[in-house]
Nanobody, 125 residues
Framework: QVQPVESGRGSVQAGGSLKLSCEAPGVIFSGCGMGWYRQPPGKEREEEREEVSTISTSGNTNYADSVRGRFTISQVNARNSLYLQMTSAQIEESGVYYC???????????????WGKGTQVPVSS
C-alpha cells in the first residue's frame, strides 16, 4: 500500500480558513475509513497524536468536540483523496496534521495505520 501524502497551505492566521488534502491511493478503500490527526508542538510520539476527525467507508463522520461545527472532513473516492476544511482556525490548533487509514483491530476498534508524513500547519495570531 502506498503511503498517504498530505498537503495544504503553509500557514493560516487565527480566525482564517485552510483546506488540507491527502492523496491516499489504495488506502481509502483498504480499511474501514480515513482520519485526520494533529500532533501538537513539542509532542513527538505517535501516541500523542490527537484525533481531529474521521470518516467511515459509509460516509459517517466524527469530529473532536473542539472542532465540531468549524472543520469538515470529506473524501472523493474517484480521486483517492481525503480533505479537511478548517475554518475559524485557533492558535492552539497548530501542529503537524496527518491523515491515516483506519483499520479494525482484534478488539473491533478502529485504529489509525498507514500514516502519511504529515503537513505542518502553524496558526498565527
Amino acid at each position: 500500500q502506498v503511503q498517504p501524502v498530505e498537503s495544504g497551505r503553509g500557514s493560516v492566521q487565527a480566525g482564517g480558513s485552510l483546506k488540507l488534502s491527502c492523496e491516499a491511493p489504495g488506502v481509502i478503500f483498504s480499511g474501514c475509513g480515513m482520519g485526520w490527526y494533529r500532533q501538537p508542538p513539542g509532542k513527538e510520539r505517535e501516541e500523542e497524536r490527537e484525533e481531529v476527525s474521521t470518516i467511515s467507508t459509509s460516509g459517517n463522520t466524527n469530529y473532536a468536540d473542539s472542532v465540531r461545527g468549524r472543520f469538515t472532513i470529506s473524501q472523493v473516492n474517484a480521486r483517492n483523496s481525503l480533505y479537511l476544511q478548517m475554518t475559524s482556525a485557533q492558535i492552539e490548533e497548530s501542529g503537524v496534521y496527518y491523515c491515516a487509514g483506519l483499520f479494525e483491530n482484534s478488539a473491533h476498534q478502529r485504529v489509525p495505520k498507514l500514516w502519511g508524513k504529515g503537513t505542518q500547519v502553524p496558526v498565527s495570531s
